[in-house]
Structure formats: structure tokens, C-alpha cells
């Protein structure tokens, strides 16, 4: 009886070890995704939070069939092409670049693995892609160049007697340039003045911020990594002295900013996320899929900082406005 007891133990425990190998995904077939952030901001850990969950959605569960290296170059370039160089020496299945300053470290040092891009302005000034319609390389993604006409028009709406914008920037990120070249010609046609602070480290936003007191009817805000990530400093400006901020996405004005027509980069993350899937289906390749831009922008106000800066809110932005409040 003891005998027939182990047998039959020994036989469950083969069965059971069975059904565990043929549960579990070889190792082979784990996808291996190396995901490059330029800076830790709400922003880029909304696209970043966006593109995983897709990924999740779309049954690659961390842990199960897919890895990640996530990597965050805390604002610094020679560590962004530090976790390029990783990447490039590592057999990974894609990459995921999070804003230009990452994406130029990437695409400049690996050239035999799919790299989906977002939060880039513009991917052709940057040097990463030849054509947006046609990559014609290794590089594809999603683009954040949102509809600046309509963010100055947004201005002239909410602050009617505005003449100046000031305008902070790093100049030294492509993106910012792009966004700042297009405002000029924008605020030009629409008959606004710009004054241009710029600040090459988030340790000098405050000071940049504080060049525009006295001199600027409103601040506008691009989407630049820098001022972004030290966007505290020009909301202490802006409340102390009643200068509404204009921002260049969403997550800016939950912070306090007032106003945006901008980009939501949760839903950014995500469509990139829809790009990586083609790919990693074998639907198509990155030379061939066109760059994108985000489907639809979203008018978002924040009813504390009007009422904090004295703005009445017009009943035609009211009536299709998101309103948010301070988070």
C-alpha cells in the first residue's frame, strides 16, 4: 500500500511539473524592451505609464512574457548616451525613447532595433527621422507639437488685454527651438509681442521666470524638459504676481498653470504603444510607418488659477472646456 502511495505521488508530482512547463512562456520568447527617459517629470511618467499599460492590455504582462529596462537620465546627456550604449550592447526586442534629448542619444548609437519615439516636437529638425510620412530607418513614434496658433488664441481669450507673452525655454533642446521659431511667427500674425527667458538647468527657471515680472502680460510654457521639470519656480512667479501661465500640455495646468489646448501624454504614451504593437506583430516595420500626432487635443482649464488670477472664464470656452482644479 506505502509503494502504491509514492507511485502515485511520484506520478502527480510528473503531471504537475507538466502542466507547469507548459504554462510557462520559454525564455525565448520574452520580449525585451529598454525604455530611455530624459528626465523624471508628470509628463514623460504619463507616456511612459500609457505605453506599458497598452502593452499590458495587449497581454504582455511584466514578469509573464515581457522584461523592462527602464532607464532615466535625470536630465543629463552624458548619461543619456551611457543607457544608449547599454542598449546597443543588449539583446533587446525594441526601444523606447521618451523626449528628444533621449531619443537623439539612442538613435545615434543603435541602428538594428526598432525605436519608438514620443514626446519629440519635431523628429526631422531633431536628426531623427529623414521624412515624417517615411522614416526610411529604424526610428518611428509619436510627435507632441501641439496646436500652437490655438494656445496664443487661448490667451487672447482669457487675458483680452495681453500684449507680451514671455516665453521660457531651454534653448539648447531642439524641441523647445522648434516650438519657440513657431510661436514668434504665430504671436506676430495675432499682434503679440514676445519677450524670451531661457534657462539651461531647471536650477535656473526661477531666475528666468523672474526676468518677465513687470515686462510680460502672460507666460506660455512649451514643452521643454527643463523648465517642465522645475515648473514650480514659475508658478511661484506667476501667483506672486498674478501672470497667468499658458502651458504646453495638460499636466501643467493640474499643477496651476491656467489654460491649455495642449497634449495629454497619457494618451501619447498609449498611441505609441498601438505603433509598437504593428511592430512587434510583424505588421510593418519602423522605416515605413509615418510619425504621428496626437488624435485630438483636449481645451483644458483650471477654475482655481482663473480665480486666483482674477479671469473670467468666457461661457464658449466654458461650454467645451474641461474644468480641473489644483492637484
Request: overall charge negative; hydrophobic content about 45%.
Amino acid at each position: 500500500m506505502k509503494s502504491k502511495v509514492v507511485l502515485w505521488g511520484g506520478i502527480l508530482l510528473v503531471i504537475a511539473g507538466v502542466f507547469f512547463f507548459l504554462g510557462r512562456k520559454p525564455a525565448a520568447d520574452t520580449l525585451k524592451v529598454g525604455i530611455v527617459q530624459i528626465v523624471e517629470h508628470p509628463a514623460l511618467d504619463s507616456a511612459r505609464k500609457g505605453f506599458i499599460e497598452v502593452l499590458t492590455e495587449n497581454g504582455f504582462v511584466e514578469g509573464e512574457n515581457i522584461v523592462y529596462q527602464i532607464q532615466n537620465a535625470q536630465g543629463d546627456m552624458a548619461t543619456a548616451n551611457t543607457i544608449a550604449q547599454k542598449f546597443k550592447n543588449e539583446k533587446l526586442d525594441l526601444i523606447l525613447a521618451i523626449a528628444t534629448p533621449a531619443a537623439q542619444a539612442v538613435a545615434n548609437l543603435v541602428k538594428d532595433k526598432p525605436i519608438l519615439i514620443t514626446a519629440v516636437t519635431d523628429p526631422v529638425s531633431a536628426g531623427l527621422v529623414d521624412n515624417a510620412e517615411r522614416p526610411g530607418n529604424n526610428v518611428t513614434g509619436t510627435n507632441d507639437l501641439q496646436p500652437m496658433e490655438g494656445q496664443f488664441k487661448l490667451a487672447q481669450a482669457l487675458v483680452p488685454n495681453a500684449k507680451t507673452v514671455g516665453i521660457i525655454y531651454n534653448a539648447g533642446e531642439a524641441n523647445s527651438v522648434t516650438q519657440v521659431n513657431i510661436a514668434k511667427e504665430i504671436t506676430a500674425e495675432l499682434g503679440l509681442n514676445v519677450v524670451e527667458a531661457t534657462a539651461d538647468t531647471s536650477a535656473v527657471v526661477l531666475q528666468a521666470a523672474q526676468s518677465l515680472i513687470g515686462r510680460v502680460d502672460v507666460i506660455y510654457v512649451p514643452t521643454d524638459n527643463t523648465v517642465v521639470s522645475a515648473f514650480s519656480s514659475v508658478l511661484k512667479v506667476s501667483e506672486e504676481n498674478k501672470i497667468p501661465i499658458i502651458a504646453g500640455e495638460e499636466n501643467l495646468v493640474s499643477q496651476g498653470a491656467l489654460a491649455t489646448v495642449g497634449v495629454n501624454y497619457y494618451r501619447l504614451g498609449r498611441q505609441t504603444a498601438e505603433m509598437a504593437l504593428r511592430i512587434i506583430n510583424g505588421e510593418t516595420k519602423p522605416e515605413t510607418m509615418p510619425i504621428e500626432s496626437q488624435k485630438d487635443n483636449e481645451l483644458v482649464i483650471n477654475v482655481d488659477a482663473a480665480e486666483a488670477m482674477g479671469i473670467t472664464i468666457p461661457e464658449d470656452l466654458m461650454a467645451k472646456a474641461t474644468m480641473v482644479h489644483n492637484q
